[in-house]
């Protein structure tokens, strides 16, 4: 089991930046890889980055170059680092991990951009 504790969301203005953390535990060595996801009102969950336990990154396209993921000590610390920030961001991030078997989630954290 790995359980997963999202921080850093709140109300930031269009152009302006956010760093979300995600703090995992639990069975750490088992995740293969973390990543962001956000849902916005009426919208279907989607993708923002992922990072592997390798350290290669996957960036959905409306992030690309805004966003950086990034972790510190193999898997325990997950970082979104959001700049240049849109009022289309605004959503619930979550955080996930991928053991062979499951997929976990944190509870979530609201981003909302606007002015």
């Known amino acids: 089991q790995v359980q997963l504790v999202e921080s850093g969301g709140g109300l930031v203005q269009p152009g302006g930046s956010l760093r979300l953390s995600c703090a995992a535990s639990?069975?750490?060595?088992?995740?293969?890889?973390m990543g962001w996801y956000r849902q916005a009102p009426g919208k279907e969950r989607e993708l923002v980055a992922t990072i592997s336990r390798g350290g290669s990154t996957n960036y959905a396209d409306s992030v690309k170059g805004r966003f950086t993921i990034s972790r510190a000590g193999a898997m325990i610390l997950v970082y979104l680092q959001m700049n240049s920030l849109k009022p289309e961001d605004t959503a619930v991030y979550y955080c996930?991990?991928?053991?062979?078997?499951?997929?976990?989630w944190g509870q979530g954290t609201q981003v909302t951009v606007s002015s």
């Open positions: 996930n991990a991928q053991d062979r078997a499951s997929d976990y």
């Open positions: 639990g069975i750490i060595s088992s995740i293969n890889a």
